[in-house]
């Protein structure tokens, strides 16, 4: 595998190297390859842990969006530090024995190649599924398909996924969508001057059905990550997207009674560029943290996240709420978080 990444982006041979660090504790494969300008980039998925499809999973997912290289940073970061206690840590390696836990930093390696939003078909990965808004969706942020010069380009009408998409599509359904339980997160950055995550559904406005255990996972959260600044709520909250690539992993999921909680981490990159400000004429600037600094101190903020996540995960029935608390807890999420304009 590290040969293959010679000359290639740094991010794939870091991905080749921590592979071969964990030795036979995790095992890499390629799902897709994309050409561009001749130059063939692979699309890797890396799993540790559990095999046994009783057993819950995690996934932690970056760069679909090739500008925000800065997702990429953070999943490889979570990567090389799980490598590196594996050495040594007990209760590292106990955890792994009943947790499934599924890695793609980078979702993208085009995009990230030529330094854009989309892959090199312009195709905006998180507006390229089949999942269309019946809603007010905002005119281009929301997906288009009038052109692939134009951002948020949703891919040509009645299409298959783009390659990247049905990576990623394949990969949670292969490793998580058999399991009983299962959490992911997709790291990006772009959006206020806060972090936040976002949970389904970008397509409409319609609680997800899985409510309760999201209420449930926000107050774990608040209460064991002690002066977390993350803002947790639904992505509609925000904005109606069409497309959106985990709306439609988590409706699979659904259907097949399963429960799948996406979590899209949202890095608030307006505020490095609040303290740098000539950051705004970089495009790359708008999206990651260009001093080295800075860039340490979002790599270690968001660890915390990560790691509670993973022991959240693996002991996801001493929190999920039973039968019989559902209601209630739906009651007080609707309160929460559509209080304002509260839907059926």
């Known amino acids: ?84 206690r594996l050495k040594w840590d007990a209760t590292l390696q106990r955890l792994l024995t009943t947790l499934r836990i599924v890695f793609m930093p980078l979702v993208n390696p085009g995009g990230l190649w030529r330094g854009t939003r989309a892959n090199p078909q312009g195709v905006d990965l998180m507006r390229n599924s089949p999942v269309g808004c019946a809603h007010a969706a905002p005119p281009l942020l929301g997906g288009q398909r009038l052109s692939a010069a134009l951002p948020w380009y949703r891919g040509p009408a009645g299409a298959p996924m783009q390659i990247e998409a049905q990576a990623v599509c394949q990969v949670v359904e292969e490793e998580l969508l058999c399991r009983p339980f299962a959490l992911t997160v997709d790291c990006h950055s772009g959006f206020g001057l806060r972090d936040r995550l976002w949970f389904p559904h970008a397509h409409t406005p319609v609680p997800v059905r899985h409510l309760p255990e999201l209420l449930a996972l926000t107050e774990l959260l608040d209460a064991n990550l002690a002066h977390h600044r993350y803002i947790v709520e639904p992505q509609s909250r925000q904005y109606l997207a069409h497309g959106d690539l985990w709306d439609h992993l988590y409706l699979k999921a659904e259907r097949g009674g399963r429960v799948l909680l996406p979590l899209t981490l949202e890095m608030g990159s307006w505020l490095w560029i609040k303290k740098n400000p000539r950051q705004m004429f970089s495009r790359q600037g708008l999206f990651n ?56």
């Open 1 to 84: 595998m590290g040969d293959a990444v010679a000359g290639l982006p740094s991010e794939l041979a870091d991905i080749a190297q921590l592979v071969s660090a964990a030795g036979p504790h995790a095992a890499a494969r390629t799902v897709a390859e994309v050409v561009v300008d001749g130059t063939p980039l692979p699309v890797y998925a890396v799993v540790l842990g559990s095999a046994d499809t009783s057993h819950p999973g995690v996934g932690f997912f970056g760069g679909v969006h090739g500008l925000e290289r800065i997702g990429t940073e953070v999943v490889i970061a979570c990567l090389r530090a799980l490598v590196q």
């Open 289 to 344: 943290p260009l001093t080295e600094h800075r860039q340490h101190r979002v790599l270690r903020r968001h660890m915390g996240l990560l790691e509670f996540l993973l022991r959240a995960a693996c002991s996801y029935r001493a929190w999920c709420p039973a039968q019989t608390q559902r209601e209630l807890l739906r009651e007080r999420a609707l309160q929460r978080w559509y209080a304002a304009g509260r839907p059926s």
